[in-house]
């Protein structure tokens, strides 16, 4: 048996995990007996969200020990991985063998399961996010019990079961499908206006195979887009004119950080030198520490249609938004068939918010935009804070569904974790943590409907906000 330590922060510090011990099981066997003996498990990845989705008052789990398997299929173009395993470890055994993947998110520090779970994404108008790679999932539910999932075979179950935000089991494998290995030379386009972004908003997320714009929403020509190419690739549009301008800015004369202002060391390889996929799809590389290490996260989802409302409401609180945001990035993601992924049936916009480390500060910042972007069809990632507890994700209510089929859920008969109210209480300084609340309060907590609360979100979600809002802070 693996020893008990105390269970610590996640990775930005801003949660305490609540957990009364921290377990990192070293084979499937010791994984299988620890959940079916204990009577609350929560997973553990890298620990890398910024909301208590990741917590548990039991037993968090963490998935560090557990078999780090990468079986590649040259044949199928595809790897069996451990749960466990970080996408920048991984990306380094696809590569010798000719194979990618299609999309990385902004850091490859992170774990495919719990990337997978909380549909964590990168950009560009054909990439889904992270989880609609896998093709087939194998898991240890709440008896212990290994089950696989495969789309081939598990239909609606597997769609409702691959974003599922730890509430179904420890994720032990994922079969994911690649693409051939490619080529990504990336260049930082500065000096533009954010209207001109929003005026081409199609002209702009078409302009590169990954697209990502950064800004602070301030006056005059605070943007950067950051444009990630593959050379010579069919249809690859033309990268920008060296020493022309480009929607009125100019390419980038060196290097450029993310953030404003901090050493450009971290960021992957640009200036159009071409590189191996891993090494420019994220923005970060995985020796050195992601974004600024000292900040706090938050991200929307909204419909792609209403991208030129979105920008127009975000920059409307570029005044609010000076003293507390490090930097704001703008996406595109493609719609998919994954019941809990913020772009399920629908491509999407999404705006990540990096904010300064002081939850008092950022809190009211956060409820005004959110008060703006939430009529114009937002919902939240798994992974990221928030002000309010509106609904967060494409399908909550079907996704009860699932719990309920499901073989068994992460928590077994007992108190069910949505009778306790007392535990809506917002972070200290008054954040509320993501989705992990609604998700505890309404679903997957308990096999039995009634318990996990499917019908209380489901007619809550014809209610007005603020009754819902009443009803959950009751
Ligand atoms: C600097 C930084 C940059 C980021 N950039 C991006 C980005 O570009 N795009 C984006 O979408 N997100 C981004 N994120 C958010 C991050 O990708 C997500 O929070 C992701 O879930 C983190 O993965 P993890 O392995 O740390 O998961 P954790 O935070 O450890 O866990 C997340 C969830 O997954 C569950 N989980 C973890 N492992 C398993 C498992 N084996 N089985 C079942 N459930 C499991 C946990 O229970 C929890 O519910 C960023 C975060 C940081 C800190």
Redesign the pocket.
């Known amino acids: 048996m693996t020893p008990r330590r105390p269970s610590g922060t996640?990775?930005?510090g801003n949660v305490r995990f609540s957990a009364r011990e921290l377990r990192r099981p070293a084979s499937i066997t010791e994984l299988q007996d620890l959940v079916a003996g204990s009577d609350r498990v929560?997973?553990?990845?890298?620990?890398?969200?910024?909301?208590l989705?990741?917590d548990?008052t039991g037993v968090l789990?963490s998935?560090a020990g557990?078999p780090r398997v990468t079986d590649i299929d040259r044949a199928r173009r595809t790897v069996t991985v451990g749960?466990?395993v970080?996408y920048g470890e991984l990306a380094t055994r696809l590569h010798p063998a000719g194979l990618a993947l299609p999309s990385?998110?902004?850091?490859p520090?992170?774990?495919?399961?719990?990337?997978?779970?909380?549909?964590?994404?990168?950009?560009g108008n054909t990439a889904g996010?992270?989880a609609t790679a896998v093709a087939a999932m194998e898991?240890v539910t709440a008896d212990g019990s290994l089950i696989t999932l495969a789309r081939d075979t598990d239909g609606e179950q597997f769609a409702g079961a691959v974003v599922?935000?730890?509430?179904?089991?420890?994720?032990?494998r994922l079969t994911l499908e690649l693409v051939p290995a490619f080529e990504i030379a990336q260049y930082v386009c500065e000096d533009i206006a954010a209207a001109e972004v929003s005026r081409h908003f199609d002209e702009v997320f078409g302009s590169a195979y990954s697209v990502s714009v950064f800004t602070r929403w301030q006056a005059g020509r605070d943007v950067k887009v950051w444009l990630k190419h593959c050379p010579g690739a069919p249809g690859d549009p033309a990268p920008p004119p060296r020493g022309r301008s480009w929607l009125g800015g100019r390419p980038a004369d060196g290097p450029r950080h993310p953030i404003p202002g901090l050493d450009p060391a971290a960021a992957t390889g640009q200036l159009g030198v071409p590189g191996p996929w891993y090494e420019r799809l994220?923005?970060?590389r995985l020796a050195f520490?992601?974004?600024?290490?000292d900040?706090l996260?938050s991200?929307y989802l909204l419909p792609r249609a209403a991208a030129a409302d979105t920008l127009a409401a975000a920059a409307g609180h570029g005044e609010r938004l000076a003293p507390v945001l490090q930097v704001c990035?703008i996406?595109t993601v493609a719609a998919d068939e994954l019941w809990l992924s913020p772009s399920y049936r629908r491509d999407t916009v999404?705006l990540?918010f990096?904010w300064i480390r002081d939850q008092g500060a950022v809190a009211p910042v956060l409820a005004g935009l959110e008060r703006d972007l939430v009529p114009l069809g937002a919902g939240r990632?798994?992974?990221?804070c928030r002000a309010s507890r509106r609904r967060p994700f494409g399908k909550c209510i079907s996704a009860c569904r699932i719990s309920r089929r499901s073989p068994a859920s992460m928590t077994r008969p007992g108190p069910s974790r949505t009778t306790s109210r007392r535990n809506s209480s917002p972070l200290p300084n008054g954040l509320v943590p993501g989705p992990?609340r609604l998700?505890r309060r309404t679903w997957c907590a308990h096999p039995d409907v009634r318990a996990c609360g499917g019908r209380r979100i489901g007619s809550g979600l014809g209610e007005s906000p603020n009754v819902r809002r009443r009803r959950f802070l009751a």
Request: aromatic fraction near 4%; proline fraction near 3%; hydrophobic fraction near 35%.
């Open positions: 996640n990775w930005a929560r997973a553990l990845g890298t620990g890398h969200s910024f909301s989705l990741a548990t789990v998935t557990l749960g466990g970080r990385m998110a902004s850091l520090h992170i774990s495919v399961a719990g990337a997978c779970a909380t549909a964590t994404h990168g950009s996010n992270l898991l599922s935000l730890g509430c179904l089991g420890v994720v032990t994220p923005h970060f520490t992601p974004s600024s290490g900040e996260q991200e990035e996406r999404a990540h990096t990632t798994g992974g990221r992990a998700i």
